[in-house]
């Protein structure tokens, strides 16, 4: 089976600090994205990466970073936490082959006090 | 740019009805399109993969469409169970592009 692990299922943070995110999957995938989703929105994407040091900005980059220096590993970077960061942080992976599936963890509650 | 709609956001329905839940695109030229459910605080598990040479694909109680042409799925869930209740979303790949995109999800809720 697919794993996609995030490291943790809830976090609460201070505004103002930095805050690391980390994801793991470990079927070799090439594709991995980082999405956050709040109420009435949906899941927006903040970030893709379609292989080690390669990354795109998604639809809402503004306050984050991003960090794959490992193909198993996806790190999602808040250089200093808002309270308008407090969300459900969702980290995905999927093959570079186009006809295959995403497969999710099982997400981040943060909370920014 | 794609867009992905899925129409109602709610919907509650008595255990044991058929129930069909909807999806529409914009743009037709995609990779797949994939159904997800959502329990509450949990991350998204996938339910069903079609490719976009697919009309449908079949898991258990569950039997996904694709018209590729309209812009439209529908996700027929069989002999509704109380287990069933959660977010159900859908999201396409778009043709050359390594992208997800999501609709906002209908939250179905099956009445004992």
């Not at chain 1, 980082?34 to 503004?62: A, C, H, T």
């Not at chain 2, 695109?25 to 998204?44: E, V």
């Not at chain 2, 906002?104 to 009445?111: C, M, V, Y």
Request: charged share 25%.
């Amino acid at each position: 089976d697919v794993k996609v692990t995030q490291s943790s299922r809830y976090l609460v943070k201070r505004t103002g600090e930095k805050v690391f995110l980390e994801c793991v999957q470990d079927m070799d995938h090439e594709n991995m994205f980082w999405y956050r989703q709040d109420p009435g929105l949906g899941l927006r994407l903040i970030y893709f990466s379609y292989d080690v040091k390669m990354k795109e900005k998604g639809d809402i980059p503004e306050g984050y970073s991003v960090s794959r220096e490992k193909k198993e590993r996806f790190s999602l970077i808040l250089e200093s936490a808002s309270t308008n960061q407090t969300s459900m942080y969702l980290c995905a992976s999927s093959s570079g082959r186009v006809n295959t599936e995403a497969f999710f963890g099982q997400g981040t509650r943060l909370t920014v006090v | 740019k794609q867009e992905v709609t899925q129409i109602p956001a709610a919907l509650s329905v008595p255990e044991g009805e058929n129930l069909v839940l909807n999806c529409s695109f914009t743009d037709s030229a995609i990779y797949n399109l994939q159904w997800f459910r959502q329990d509450p605080g949990k991350g998204l598990t996938s339910l069903l993969l079609i490719q976009s040479s697919q009309r449908e694909q079949t898991s258990g109680r569950l039997n996904a469409s694709l018209d590729k042409s309209s812009g439209r799925s529908t996700l027929y869930i069989a002999a509704s169970q109380p287990g069933d209740s959660a977010t159900y979303l859908c999201a396409v790949r778009p043709r050359g592009d390594d992208k997800i995109i999501f609709g906002k999800g209908t939250r179905l809720h099956i009445l004992p």
